[in-house]
């Protein structure tokens, strides 16, 4: 049994993927910014014998990361997946009319979230048997993309892109993996339904990634599909 922290689990794909480790029999911390309001989450967590716990944790809170560092104090981690997201709107990230203060904000939480994250966690990782760091990122960070982007979420990818290989080069001899995900263009609420895959379909792929996953995919970009993705 794996022990998993699963950041912005109360929808879409974090949501999904807390549904795959406990039916795998994995333990699972679940961590949104407003558990109150977690509906289906906390419904399925009632359900799971034990398997899933809901915490409070806003990755763009340094504070509120260290809150719940406090809950779980030394229990390893075998696996850490850097979900949480959010997004401000095509309208207000283009050219012509770019929203700064959304811009820090997705920065703050897709860039120096998963940071936050990786720092205060990095212990309980190194104490587990599996030792993976998975941060989801996106295809709209890669320069191989050639389509229109958000340049706040975009930016706030890429810049997570490079912390983590830049990272996963430094701490290569500690055992620990950390790749990036590309989790498909999914229909959550986030993208709508003009994406292409459900979430579902998403967190099987990236599960079954996770799972078969070694030290020598340290500073990938993979798929959710089993591939690597192109910068």
Excluded: C
């Amino acid at each position: 049994m794996a022990t998993v922290l699963i950041t912005g689990s109360a929808r879409g794909i974090g949501f999904e993927l807390v549904k795959q480790y406990a039916a795998a029999g994995d333990r699972v911390y679940a961590t949104t910014r407003t558990p109150a309001s977690a509906d289906a989450l906390n419904a399925f967590a009632a359900d799971s014998d034990g398997l899933v716990t809901v915490h409070a944790m806003d990755v763009g809170d340094m504070a509120s990361v260290q809150a719940f560092a406090e809950e779980i104090g030394d229990t390893p981690l075998d696996i850490v997946i850097n979900n949480a997201g959010v997004w401000g709107g095509l309208e207000t990230q283009i050219f012509d009319n770019m929203d700064y203060d959304n811009w820090a904000f997705e920065f703050n939480v897709m860039a120096m979230g998963p940071w936050r994250v990786m720092q205060t966690f990095w212990d309980n990782v190194l104490a587990s048997d599996q030792k993976k760091i998975v941060t989801m990122t996106s295809q709209v960070s890669a320069h191989a993309y050639d389509h229109i982007v958000g340049y706040s979420y975009a930016s706030a990818k890429a810049a997570v892109n490079r912390l983590v290989t830049a990272l996963a080069e430094e701490k290569k001899d500690t055992g620990i993996t950390l790749a990036l995900m590309h989790p498909g263009w999914v229909k959550t609420d986030m993208a709508g339904d003009v994406a292409d895959i459900e979430p579902v379909e998403s967190a099987i792929g990236v599960h079954k990634v996770i799972n078969e996953m070694t030290h020598a995919d340290t500073g990938k970009f993979l798929k959710w599909d089993g591939g690597i993705h192109p910068w």
